[in-house]
C-alpha cells in the first residue's frame, strides 16, 4: 500500500490556507471568489489525506467535492444561517450564500487537489517480487485513472460554467430591455434627474458586459453583478418617481382648495345676481358647479391616506387627474365670469369681479391725507409717495374726490339712464376692487399742469391714466387714475 506522507500534506495544508486567504484579501472579489472556493476544495482534499494517508487521491478528490457540494447546498436550509448568525467566523467554513457556479469551482479545486495529491504520493514499491504481476496489474494503471478523471471533473466544471454564463446573460439581457423602457418611461417624472443619469450609466455598463465575450472579456459573475446593478437603479429611480408624484399631487391638492373657494365665491356672486334678474347663461354656472362637485370627490379620493396607499402608477394617475380638475376648475370659473361680465358690464374695458364693492375692513388702508377715502392695502404707499411728490411740486395735497366704493355706493352712483355715465355698472368699477381714485384736476382738466404732471410722474409710483379715460377714450375722464395692479382680464 502507499501512503501519503503527512508532512507533505501537513505543509501543503498550510501553504493552501495562506493562498486562500491571501486571494480573498488581494484578488478582486470577482477573480479572488473562484479561486477562493477552488482552493478550499483543494484544501478538503488534504485535509481527507492528512487524516488517512491511505486514501487514493482520486477517493480524496471524490470526498472532497462532495463534501463542498454538501456545505453549498444547505444554503438552500436555513441551518447555515442560524449557526452564522451566532458564529460569524463560521462563514470560513461554512460560506454565506448558495451559488452554482462555487460547485464549478469546487470540481475543479478537487480535481487539482487530487493531482497535487498524486504528485506528492510515493510510487508504490514492489516488495515481493512473486506478486509482482499481480500489482502492476492492480496498481499501475491507478495513476492513469486519475487522467480522465480529472478530465470529466474539469469538463462538468467547464459545462456548469458555461451553462451559468448563458443563463446569467438571459438575464441581463431581459434586465437591460426592463431598464430601458424605465428609463423612458420616467423622463420628467423624478424628483431627483440624477437617478436618470445612474440608470442611465448602468445600462451602458450592462451593455458593455453583454458584448464581453465569456471568460475573456468576462468572468461568471459580471452579467450578475450588471443585473443587480440595474435592479438597484431600477429601484432607486421608482422610488424617485413615487417621490415626484407625491410632490405634484400634494402640490395640485393645495392649489385647489383656493380654485374652489374662488369657485364658490363666484357662483354665489352670480346667483345674487340672477336673483336680480341680470343673471349669467345657466348652463356655464351648471359647468361650473359640475367641475366644483369634480374636485372635490377628487380631493375626498385622494388624502393623504390614500396616497400613502397607493402605488406607482396609480399615484401618477392621481397626480395627473388632480392638475386636470385643477385646470377644469380655474377654466370653468373664467367662463362664468366672462359669461356674468357680458351681462353686467357692457364696455369691453370694464370687468365684472364678484368682489368688487365687498372687500373687507382689512383689505383696505385710509388715504392719511384725505379723511374718509380709501384704497387697496397694498397699493396705498405708491399713492401716499404720489401725493408726497405732488406736495413738494404744487404745495397742496391731491384732492380726491372717490376712492374706493362698496357696492352700495356703486348701485348709487351708477345711472344706467345717463348715455355718458359718470361711473360703471355695479360690480364693474375698479373703485369697487379698491385700486382706483378721482384726483382733481382743476378747471383744465387734459389741458392743465395737474393733468401733464400726474402724466409724467404718476407710473413710477405705480399709478396710471387707462387708455378708457384718455381724451381719445371711451369716456374721457382726466381725473379717473388707478393702480397698475388693476387686474384687466380673467
Ligand atoms: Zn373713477
Redesign the pocket.
Do not use: V
Given at each position: 500500500m502507499t501512503r501519503v506522507p503527512r508532512t507533505a500534506s501537513a505543509l501543503l495544508v498550510l501553504l493552501v490556507v495562506a493562498a486562500g486567504l491571501a486571494a480573498r484579501e488581494l484578488l478582486p472579489g470577482a477573480v479572488g471568489g473562484p479561486v477562493g472556493d477552488g482552493l478550499y476544495a483543494v484544501l478538503v482534499v488534504l485535509l481527507v489525506a492528512l487524516v488517512r494517508p491511505r486514501t487514493t487521491p482520486v477517493v480524496a478528490a471524490v470526498v472532497a467535492l462532495v463534501v463542498c457540494a454538501a456545505i453549498e447546498l444547505s444554503h438552500l436550509t436555513p441551518y447555515p444561517a442560524q449557526v452564522l448568525e451566532r458564529l460569524p467566523e463560521a462563514r470560513y467554513v461554512l460560506g454565506t450564500t448558495f451559488t452554482v457556479t462555487d460547485l464549478a469551482w469546487y470540481a475543479l479545486g478537487a480535481a487539482v487537489g487530487g493531482v497535487l495529491l498524486a504528485a506528492v504520493t510515493p510510487r508504490p514499491r514492489v516488495v515481493d517480487q512473486s506478486l509482482r504481476h499481480l500489482r502492476s496489474a492492480g496498481k499501475h494503471r491507478r495513476g492513469p485513472r486519475v487522467v480522465p478523471l480529472v478530465l470529466v471533473l474539469l469538463l462538468a466544471g467547464g459545462a456548469v460554467v458555461g451553462w451559468f454564463m448563458w443563463s446569467e446573460t438571459q438575464d441581463l439581457d431581459a434586465k437591460v430591455d426592463d431598464a430601458r423602457a424605465a428609463h423612458a418611461a420616467s423622463a420628467d417624472k423624478v424628483a431627483d434627474d440624477a437617478v436618470r443619469a445612474d440608470l442611465e450609466a448602468a445600462i451602458g455598463d450592462a451593455e458593455t458586459v453583454l458584448a464581453g465575450t465569456p471568460v475573456l472579456d468576462r468572468l461568471p459573475g459580471d452579467a450578475t453583478d450588471a443585473r443587480e446593478r440595474l435592479d438597484r437603479e431600477l429601484e432607486t429611480v421608482h422610488d424617485s418617481r413615487v417621490e415626484f408624484a407625491l410632490a405634484e399631487a400634494a402640490e395640485a391638492r393645495t392649489a385647489l382648495e383656493p380654485a374652489r373657494r374662488r369657485a364658490e365665491g363666484v357662483l354665489a356672486a352670480t346667483q345674487e345676481l340672477r336673483e336680480d334678474g341680470q343673471g349669467a347663461n345657466e348652463a356655464v354656472s351648471a359647468a361650473l358647479r359640475t367641475s366644483l362637485d369634480s374636485a372635490d370627490e377628487t380631493l375626498a379620493a385622494t388624502d393623504e391616506k390614500a396616497l400613502a396607499e397607493a402605488g406607482l402608477a396609480r399615484l401618477e394617475d392621481v397626480a395627473a387627474g388632480l392638475a386636470v380638475r385643477l385646470g377644469d376648475l380655474e377654466g370653468a370659473t373664467t367662463d362664468l365670469l366672462t359669461a356674468q361680465d357680458a351681462v353686467v358690464c357692457p364696455e369691453p374695458d370694464q370687468v365684472w369681479f364678484p368682489q368688487a364693492g365687498k372687500l373687507s375692513e382689512k383689505e383696505l388702508a385710509p388715504l392719511p391725507w384725505a379723511p374718509g377715502y380709501a384704497v387697496r392695502a397694498d397699493v396705498v404707499d405708491g399713492l401716499v409717495k404720489l401725493n408726497d411728490a405732488y406736495r413738494a411740486h404744487f404745495g397742496e395735497d391731491l384732492t380726491v374726490n372717490?376712492a374706493y366704493r362698496s357696492y352700495d355706493q356703486q348701485v348709487e352712483v351708477y345711472d344706467p339712464e345717463d348715455p355718458n355715465p359718470l361711473a360703471a355698472p355695479p360690480g364693474c368699477s375698479n373703485?369697487g376692487l379698491g385700486t382706483?381714485v378721482?384726483l382733481s384736476m382743476g378747471p383744465e382738466g387734459f389741458d392743465g399742469d395737474r393733468y401733464a404732471w400726474l402724466k409724467e410722474h404718476a407710473e413710477q409710483f405705480g399709478w396710471t391714466h387707462p387708455d378708457w379715460a384718455e381724451p381719445n377714450g371711451r369716456l374721457p375722464?382726466p381725473?379717473?387714475w388707478q393702480s397698475v395692479k388693476t387686474p384687466v382680464e380673467y
Open positions: 372717490s373703485h382706483a378721482d375722464e381725473w379717473h
